[in-house]
């Protein structure tokens, strides 16, 4: 299918800009570091010189979120523990998703994950070509942790012992010349960074094919708080769009479709587990937080993608006899994808798994569905596609939505196996 979304709606830095924040809605702690360490990458690199903007933008990008296997596998309350003394299980699990779930520029490029708390005389030894770029980075991270827990009592030059056994020697240097030059810890603690990271940032350049990764990219972040809402995601992408084929959406049309499925619900990130998979009636305030789910996902694409894309993805809850939320639209307020989402949205949480029910059998789904048009709340057109339809629709959303999260499950499965190699690395 021919890709237009991805570069007409978003721009390359926006990209960037959901994925940070929407990791923040899971725990800020984790991308606030990584925007720190970032900021001292970029003055550490800017001093050396010899780069062009876009690679320090790069740069930025790949420190902010050197600690992304974190959010799956570390106890996020004692970050100085995962940073400084069992990191190993973040940094496999972060090289493992960069490789499998994001566009990469070339193999060696998600190994910066897996080696940034390798000890540089270890890190000489790697047959890998950012080792400078990971000698940076293991400084950067060190300085922030330090700084950050010790304020201005921090003393930078107690690693100074540790060069070119632990740490580069000449990294240090370059680190030692941009602090006396541009008082980076001061600037950190007081916070005056962010605008100049963010002029970097102007420079990231993602082709069309990257953009549209790293928006497939951003909704397997929902994996970090349950597994089963990847296996959603996936199926009702790929619902919508079967049903859109099946009632003539032009390319452009399904591709809107398509990208609005995708990011639908990141806000969910933002709930606690236990109410989205409890396995019980939720009480009247656990309905109302799970509700601002929708607002979350407008905060976070509201300005950053097409508002053609927003504005479908906000109304996968609505319905159409005015009955849905956030904003009881009826049918003749909405347009025919937002319509579609609804439907897709809903057959895919009943045909997947749940911690608490089985998936619901084809004539369950189509009784569940026809009930729900008597009552107001469907297209019935649209459910009348899907139900006359379903095992064409069904087969081929189940060999698409496999082929997908076969990538997924090989990460989770390889997981196991590359911490089995790094076993002893202290």
Known sequence: MKQIIAMDYIKSKEIFLLLRDTLKLIDPRPVDHGYRVAYII???????????????????????????????????NDMLRYEAKVFMPHSIYGYLFYKYMCPVPDGDWPKTYLYHHMDYNQLQAMPFKYKKLVAYLNIAERMDIYNTALGDKFDYTMFQKHADIRISGEGLDFFYRAEKKDHILENLRNGNFHEELDQITQ????????????????????????????VDAVTCIHISLQIGRQMNLSEKELDILKYAAMVHDIGMLAIPKEIIDAPRKLSAEEVRLLRTHVERTEKLLRGRMSDEVVDIALAHHERSDGSGYPKGLRSASMNLQQSILQVADTVAGLVNDRSYRTPHSKNEVISILQEEVKRGKYSKAIVNVFCDRYDEIMETVKAESENVLAT???LNKNYDLVSSQFKNTK
Request: hydrophobic share 40%; no cysteine.
């Open 203 to 230: 420079f990231l350049v993602f082709t069309n094919e990257y953009k549209t990764g790293y928006l497939e990219m951003l909704m397997y972040f929902l994996g970090f708080r349950s597994p089963t809402a990847v």
């Open 42 to 76: 970029y003055k550490m690199f800017r001093l050396r010189g010899g780069f062009e903007e876009f690679e320090l933008a790069d740069y930025v990008m790949l420190a902010t979120f050197h600690d992304l296997g974190a959010y799956k596998t570390e106890n996020l």
């Open 408 to 410: 997924y499950d090989k």
